[in-house]
């Protein structure tokens, strides 16, 4: 008869959020955690009491990435929350890239990957895990990544689907048609769960906007958007006969 004892060998490294005293407490960047070089780390928060915080590639906040970098950040946040992230990268086109999993899994949030001089929209995991991976080849070494990572209640407005980045000039009051959803994707009724402002109203001359939407009753939080009018650019030029642009009011048209 043998005794024999099995010793599981962990392949992460627990991570723990720092502080930078460069932000005030309670703003985004206060709390933060840099990306492995390699491997694999593995952030838990216990609590909502730190609901927001950066996540910066192995150079961290100032510094550019390291080459040869290929490290994964699973970031599990308390039962019933969600994970938003939001940031940009600054990486070799095509060479380096940052991807994000819905979960613990291979399975993409987002596009494929983020690449290049890159911004990165607002992604919310379906659940309470999100990973990040960031890798980078053995040449150049960019500015690599900055990310603001949100801890998410259900009942948090999280959404506007419909809401467009830029409309065109009419001359007329610009329909904004857009939805209002929580983070548990429930579309929310106006001035029943959410107020919303538009400044400056109405949505009419070229310029830019912002919609604010407040929870309100069973729904908490507030989430702003900014958009533009712009006129539309028009002309009769050719390539062989090109409309000039001789003027403000013709470059207010672009």
């Excluded at 407040?214 to 009769?236: A, D, I, M, P």
């Amino acid at each position: 008869n043998f005794n024999i004892n099995l010793t599981r060998i962990k392949n992460y490294e627990e991570v723990f959020l720092s502080e930078d005293n460069d932000f005030a407490q309670g703003a985004a960047g206060h709390y933060y955690v840099n990306m492995p070089k390699t491997g694999r780390s593995v952030l838990t928060l216990s609590n909502a009491n730190i609901t927001t915080f950066n996540v910066y590639d192995d150079g961290g906040k100032s510094d550019s990435h390291s080459s040869s970098c290929d490290g994964y950040l699973v970031i599990n946040a308390p039962s019933g929350y969600y994970i938003k992230v939001t940031g940009k990268v600054d990486t070799e086109t095509g060479c380096d890239w940052l991807k994000f999993y819905d979960g613990d899994t291979n399975n993409i949030l987002g596009r494929d990957q983020y690449t290049g001089s890159d911004k990165v929209g607002e992604l919310l995991s379906s659940g309470n895990c999100l990973k990040i991976r960031f890798r980078s080849d053995s040449s150049r070494e960019y500015g690599g990544m900055s990310l603001t990572v949100y801890l998410i209640a259900p009942t948090d407005i999280c959404f506007f689907p419909g809401l467009e980045e830029h409309y065109i000039y009419t001359g007329n009051v610009i329909n904004l048609n857009y939805k209002v959803l929580s983070a548990d994707h429930t579309e929310l009724t106006k001035d029943v769960d959410y107020t919303v402002t538009v400044t400056p109203s109405p949505v009419m001359a070229v310029g830019k906007y912002t919609i604010t939407v407040q929870g309100k009753g069973h729904y908490t939080g507030t989430l702003s958007k900014q958009f533009n009018v712009e006129k539309q650019l028009s002309g009769s030029g050719t390539q062989n006969d090109p409309d000039m642009i001789n003027s403000d009011d013709d470059w207010s048209s672009f």
